[in-house]
């Protein structure tokens, strides 16, 4: 681990970058992957409602699995992530873009899920994404999300599969915290481990939070 004292705009081109070159590396740990997780989510929703998968990657397991039965929209920052998003789910629409920058109408979700992503974005710039995922969903609309559990300011780690990857992430109350100001309830909350189909992989403690647009 070793700390980030670039810009903002640096760290995202890390994220971006590094998610491109190890994009089939990265895809081979998720495919095969539990979407039990999932039921959370849709277990509130109607069939065919409009999803928007923040931070989709490749789109397996996640978008795949919602895409028989929702319509699902993913945003990737990563160009490669997208390019086999497109490729292996055929019934969603994928956006390569920066969360941070992309719009959607207000209102426009009736849920969201964002596995994972939340904390490769600069954490004093969370909160700004947050509102927006606010905006985007409609009332009494349902969130999904994991998040970090320690208090850790940007960092990097030189082997993500081969490549340095950037983190950045408040702890799991501050978090909480900052989805109720902006206009998240929350419902639910239980661990989750490091999402991928391998054993061989160090374990990881992050929580999975239910959310409720108020």
């Known amino acids: 681990m070793k700390k980030f004292q670039g810009q903002a705009r640096e760290a995202l081109e890390i994220v971006a970058s590094s ?3 190890v994009a089939e590396a990265y895809l081979d740990a998720r495919i095969g992957g539990s979407t039990a997780i999932l039921k959370n989510l849709v277990e509130r929703l109607k069939p065919g409602s409009l999803i928007l998968d923040a931070g989709c990657g490749s ?8 895409a028989k039965e929702y319509k699902v929209v993913g945003v990737d920052i990563s160009a490669r992530q997208i390019d086999l998003a497109r490729s292996k789910v055929s019934h969603a629409d994928f956006i ?29 710039d969370q909160e700004a994404l947050i509102h927006s995922l606010r905006r985007w969903i409609k009332l009494g ?3 999904l999300a994991t998040i970090a559990v320690a208090d850790e300011p940007d960092y990097t780690e030189e082997d993500f ?3 340095p990857m950037y983190w950045s992430n408040y702890s799991k109350e501050e978090t909480i915290r900052t989805f109720d100001r902006c206009g998240f309830k929350l419902i639910k909350e239980i661990r989750a481990g490091h999402g991928y189909n391998r054993q061989d992989l160090p374990s990881e403690n ?6 409720e647009a108020q």
């Open 19 to 21: 998610y491109d070159k």
């Open 59 to 66: 789109g397996l397991p996640i978008a795949q699995k919602l």
């Open 96 to 124: 390569h873009g920066d969360l941070l920058e992309v719009t959607f109408p207000e209102g426009y979700f009736d849920g969201i899920v964002m596995l994972y992503a939340l904390f490769h974005i600069p954490r004093e």
């Open 141 to 143: 609309g349902s969130l």
């Open 161 to 163: 599969f081969g490549s």
């Open 206 to 211: 992050h929580s999975l939070v239910l959310m």
